[in-house]
């Protein structure tokens, strides 16, 4: 049994909110490094694309895609096969480009908890410039919500396409 989280970046995404994204991205990669996340493994490890390489400083998330872009991607460990889809998001875009993240199903997939995290940090401060959904549970993303919420403050809204989404 799997499920994929989706995403159309549906324009590319301006420096300040690109800068706020990621700022708020590296809050949480330095969290999770410290702090025990629900329902996964401890240490909560995310890797390079390809699963080979520990992703040791937040800046590790940040990439360079082929043409220069800025873009975020990670992966969940090899050695440990808790590696499957590398997740890329990517901030410029020529219009209506599509990424699909699909998962084997576990509950201990540490970069899970990673692509929702990131899909809501982009939700929140890229607005407008990617349309989100997922097949995964509203009660998953509920939880990542309520971590974000204790671990940063604020209020994380879901992406209307996942609140509709019937289980």
Same mark, same amino acid.
């Given at each position: 049994?799997?499920?994929?989280? *989706?995403?159309?970046?549906?324009?590319?995404?301006?420096?300040?909110?690109?800068?706020?994204?990621?700022?708020?991205?590296?809050?949480? $990669?330095?969290?999770?490094?410290?702090? !025990?996340?629900?329902?996964?493994?401890?240490?909560?490890?995310?890797?390079?694309?390809?699963?080979?390489?520990?992703?040791? &400083?937040?800046?590790?998330?940040?990439?360079?895609?082929?043409?220069?872009?800025?873009?975020?991607?990670?992966?969940?460990?090899?050695?440990?096969?808790?590696?499957?889809?590398?997740?890329?998001?990517?901030? !410029?875009?020529?219009?209506?480009?599509?990424?699909?993240?699909? $998962?084997?199903?576990?509950?201990?997939?540490?970069?899970?908890?990673?692509?929702?995290?990131?899909?809501?940090?982009? !939700?929140?401060? *890229?607005?407008?410039?990617?349309?989100?959904?997922?097949?995964?549970?509203?009660?998953?993303?509920?939880?990542?919500?309520?971590?974000?919420?204790? !671990?940063?403050?604020? &209020?994380?809204?879901?992406?209307?396409?996942?609140?509709?989404?019937?289980?």
């Amino acid at each position: 049994m799997g499920y994929c989280h *989706c995403y159309t970046q549906l324009k590319s995404v301006p420096n300040d909110q690109w800068l706020l994204l990621t700022v708020q991205l590296s809050n949480v $990669f330095l969290i999770i490094q410290n702090r !025990h996340v629900p329902g996964h493994k401890q240490p909560l490890v995310l890797c390079t694309s390809d699963g080979r390489y520990p992703l040791l &400083q937040p800046a590790d998330l940040m990439v360079q895609s082929g043409i220069r872009q800025p873009a975020i991607s990670f992966n969940g460990e090899e050695k440990e096969n808790l590696e499957y889809e590398s997740f890329f998001l990517g901030q !410029h875009s020529s219009g209506g480009e599509f990424c699909k993240t699909s $998962f084997n199903w576990s509950p201990d997939r540490p970069y899970d908890f990673m692509v929702k995290a990131t899909l809501l940090l982009a !939700h929140r401060f *890229c607005i407008g410039c990617y349309d989100i959904s997922s097949d995964g549970t509203l009660a998953e993303w509920l939880d990542v919500q309520e971590w974000l919420t204790k !671990h940063l403050g604020g &209020q994380w809204p879901i992406p209307e396409a996942i609140l509709n989404n019937p289980e």
